[in-house]
């Protein structure tokens, strides 16, 4: 009879096995039901055989009142899995609510195992059935239960036992699955419900706008960060060139213009004008510098740069702009260290204009240019280091003949052989000075000119003012004149001034009727100062007689047995070599 409890497990019988005429058997219990027997009558009063599947539209057949003949027992087998002890709802049995999963078989609801049904291997599967899906399930009646359905794989209808009172008896829970199965979704996150009624979630109109709103802004950003990007990128490759090409950052080509007074300045104006000049000659040759005084082609150098040519040597010139021509020598003179050549068939020569010596002060910044070790163009900048600096150079032929006396000006510019007769410029590219000599390191012997030794910041030049007046007298003349004051000095005396011999090499010290006789001046006489000027030697004096013209007068301090006087002299004339 039914007990009130609802049905909490579906089994599915097997179907018998083919070639066995003995019905199956499962353990007996309450609530067992048994099998069918092959024989037993089908809904139409016939005997079905034994391997033929009943029809599923076949009504299970109901158990009367009378007694049923007991089938023969068999021994239980063991269940087909472990029971499921977390009660998984019926996978075995087919139902309207879903398609049947793969075979699970649970131990029935009052504990008893469920022995395995063969399956005849001839039966064909049958074609799947759709599954109808019901709106809503309506509880049966428990007077007129339906009939219960078949599962397709099962070879008879399940018989009702006896003791039920009501075997076609379906409680309302059984006859259709409760909601919570309907509902019930195994791969769906723990927690959440089975199903849920009404549109999916998020598919609200709300909803729906909110997402593609956000869409769009998401887009629209991408769109902008990607521009931005692009923009970025393209503008580097623009700039470099390509992205694999290296292109390094650079100033931009100006125009060259610098201040007239800045050191480029300066050389843009005078290079033009200094030219280099290359000697040769039977025995020797040699390079210097020298500048252009005229646009007749006149240019000034030093004497001991044109020296090697002798009478028959050639002497070639080459300008800042590269052309050469052949020049000839003007004049000379070897006391002052300077000469005069000249260049023909150059037209549009440029002078460099001539500045003035005496306005030169310690400290000024100065350029030198010429042609170091035969580099034309070579500039350098400096200072004057000093003004009025007595200096000796040559002396090589050993009879004084080639011994240069200059009141020299002292600069820092770097100069070195072959800078000799180059420019001594000034900030407005005005000459102040003739590059003529070092002070040689290595050498031990005092000033040098044309040696072979390096700068060591002691560089002097002619200053212009006397250069002027000796070039002017060697190109009208071709001759130089010097500054005396007829007397011949005692170049052996070691005391501090210039003293006056005993005799010269023709006659007396003193010549008669020259500046130094008509001013008192006698044998002896020690000369200590010109023009306010202290002088300590011999070449000291003659330094600072010939830094004047011929005809100009000069006060003279001197001692004579003890004491001093002061005498007044104008200087006299000579011819130079």
Known sequence: MDDGRQAKWWSRPATGRPGRDEPESRGGGEGDAPSVRPDTPGPTGAAAPANSPAPLDSPAPVAGPGPQEPAPSRPAGPPLHEPDVYSTPPYGGPGPWAPAPPVQRPTPAHGTPVPPQAVPPQAAPLPPQPSPVLPQATPVPPQAAPPAPVPPQTAHPTHVPPQAAHPTHVPPQAAQPSSQWLQYDPWGAPGQPLTQVGPPAGSEPGSRKNRRGGAFAGMLLLALVASGIGGGVGAYVERTGGLTTVELPQASHDN????????????????????????????????????????RGHILTNNHVVAPAGSSGDITVTFSSGETAAAELVGKDSGYDLAVVRVKGVSGLKPLPLGNSDNVRVGDPVVAIGAPFDLSNTVTSGIISAKQRPITAGGEK???????????????????????????????????????????????????????SGSIGLGFAIPINQGKRVAEELINTGKATHPVIGVTLDMKFTGDGAKVGEKGEDGPAVTKGGPAAKAGIRSGDVITEVQGQRVHSGEELIVKIRAHRPGDRLELRLTRGGEERSVTLTLGSSSGL
């Open 256 to 295: 060259g213009d610098r201040a007239p007074e800045s050191v480029a300045g300066i050389a843009a104006s005078a290079l033009p004008s200094v030219v280099t000049l290359h000697v040769s000659g039977t025995a020797e040759s040699g390079t210097g510098t020298g500048f252009v005084l005229d646009g």
């Open 398 to 452: 050993g009879d004084g003949s080639d011994i240069s006396y200059v009141d020299a000006l002292q600069t820092d510019a770097p100069i070195n052989p072959g800078n000799s007769g180059g420019p001594l410029v000034d900030t407005q590219a005005h000459v102040i000075g003739i590059n003529s000599a070092i002070r040689a390191a290595d050498s031990g012997k005092g000033t040098e000119r044309g040696g072979q």
